[in-house]
């Protein structure tokens, strides 16, 4: 069996300051080799700390960090084989795209001739060869970011740690650096690890999505299964692209209940294993895409959920078009619209609609 070297787990972790707030409390979490895993919450939220505790820039308060079966805790940066990359970059401007990547294996007393053959191998891969000589206020922000990422990965580190490394780049760029940042991973085969306040940049580029909210992990698991099957509340409204209401069981009827809230009727959720009973408070999730807006009269499909609605906002996002419309008890509730679909028979601020969905679509949250 191969020995997984970048293999982390997190067991019991917690951190506290002032020894009574902890701002990461008993988190534990398995981040297979070679994985590219982002955590994903607000500011405060304990994501940078766990980072760091990684690193060995912060010490746990209690519990273990294992980085390839061994706990690495009371070990120094150097010897974790663990690599960060910093917001700012760091960059000596100074020195030369060659000589900032070559710094680290400079540190370690590699003669000179090698140090520079690792380099230039390394500048290849990152794309930078024609701009190696170049200093670093010479280099766009993208290219600057690439040398930060050369320079943690000459090291060939276990573990690369990525603290908001595309939140200084415009939107443009980083939707290219998201490309970048995925290639490097798969090129190198390391485990990057991700620390992010954006949604769409956590769901783009990783394999392991952990969303946090105050120092615990709310769910955690691939990407495409937390956006579209968060389990409570507050995942699916940081995540977003849901609507979510509540209300209170109606019936229950066999694998299903019927909501009763504020301006609906008859809205069938599945139970999908959830034990609930008549009265009971809950929450539901609808993908704002999986909404579907018809005319007053129109014929619903079979197994359908509605709600008689008005359109209170529009803005045209492009591919889609986003529809706001009356809420439901004090909850949001929004379509996303095709753009071709809209603008066959666009809707008009206060007209009134129809808004259904697949049944089986909706979803009951903890």
Request: glycine share 10%; with cysteine; charged share 25%.
């Amino acid at each position: 069996m191969a020995i997984q070297r970048g293999a982390i787990e997190l067991a019991g972790l917690t951190k506290s300051y002032d020894g009574v707030t902890p701002v990461v409390q008993g988190v534990n979490l398995k981040i297979p080799d070679g994985a590219y895993c982002c955590f994903l919450g607000p500011s405060g939220c304990g994501k940078t700390t766990i980072l760091r505790m990684i690193a060995g820039h912060e010490d746990p308060t209690d519990g273990e960090i294992l980085i390839g079966g061994e706990n690495v805790v009371g070990l120094p940066p150097v010897e974790r084989g663990t690599a960060m990359m910093f917001q700012s970059y760091a960059l000596f401007p100074h020195l030369s795209v060659r000589d900032n990547i070559a710094f680290a294996l400079r540190v370690r007393g590699q003669d000179k001739a090698e140090r520079y053959r690792l380099t230039d191998a390394m500048i290849e891969k990152v794309r930078l060869t024609e701009l190696r000589d170049r200093l670093p206020g010479q280099l766009s922000g993208g290219q600057q970011q690439r040398v930060a990422l050369a320079r943690a990965a000459i090291t060939e580190p276990r573990v690369l740690l990525l603290d908001e490394p595309l939140s200084a780049l415009d939107e443009q760029l980083r939707i290219q650096m998201r490309s970048e940042l995925r290639r490097m991973q798969r090129e190198l085969g390391i485990t990057f690890i991700h620390v992010t306040h954006s949604q769409l940049e956590a769901i783009a580029l990783a394999d392991i999505v952990v969303v946090m909210e105050k120092g615990q992990i709310k769910q955690s698991g691939a990407a495409r299964d937390v956006y579209a099957a968060p389990k409570d509340r507050y995942v699916a409204e940081f995540l977003g692209g849901q609507n979510v209401f509540s209300g209170r069981v109606g019936t229950v009827n066999g694998d299903r209940i019927v909501l009763q809230a504020s301006e609906m009727k008859q809205v069938a959720i599945p139970l999908c294993g959830a034990r609930v009973k008549q009265g009971d408070a809950i929450d539901v999730a609808v993908r704002r895409d999986d909404i579907n807006l018809l005319r007053p009269g129109a014929t619903l499909a079979g197994d359908t959920s509605s709600l008689a609605s008005r359109v209170m906002g529009i803005e045209y996002q492009g591919n889609f078009v986003k529809v706001m419309l009356d809420p439901v008890g004090s909850d949001e509730f929004v379509a996303y619209v095709p753009e071709r679909t809209f603008f066959h028979d666009p809707l008009d601020i206060g007209d009134v609609v129809m808004a259904a969905w697949p049944a089986d679509h909706a979803r009951l949250l903890a």
